[in-house]
């Protein structure tokens, strides 16, 4: 059964930072690309970042590109998100995602809030 995990989310005032962790398992976490995308309150969901199998290539929407990280670790079977110099704009859900099968995988979500 394929599982996500999410965590690291929390409340931090704008310019701040978190790092938002996906641990990964029913499945060869290392075969497979890793998304993570996030949803608004009132708004549909938006992609944020993807990283390939081997971690070698990434990619960032642009309202995130420059700000926020994606990395894996394939030995912790873990997805990361970086993210620095939060805008209250960038609060959010947060989830990470793997298309398993033909089929979209989501975990529960991370609350990200930015707000003084």
């Known amino acids: 059964e394929v599982q996500l995990v999410e965590s690291g989310g929390g409340l931090v005032q704008p310019g701040g930072s978190l790092r938002l962790s996906c641990a990964a398992s029913?499945?060869?976490?290392?075969?497979?690309?890793m998304s993570w995308v996030r949803q608004a309150p009132g708004k549909g969901p938006e992609w944020v970042s993807a990283?390939?199998?081997?971690?070698?290539?990434?990619s960032y929407a642009t309202s995130v590109k420059g700000r926020f990280t994606i990395s894996r670790d394939n030995a912790k079977n873990t997805v990361y998100l970086q993210m620095n110099s939060l805008k209250a704009e960038d609060t959010a859900v947060y989830f990470c995602?793997?298309?398993?099968?033909?089929?979209?995988?989501w975990g529960q979500g991370t609350q990200v809030t930015v707000s003084s």
């Open positions: 995602k793997v298309l398993f099968g033909f089929k979209d995988y």
């Open positions: 990283i390939n199998s081997g971690g070698g290539s990434t």
């Open positions: 029913g499945f060869t976490f290392t075969t497979y690309y």
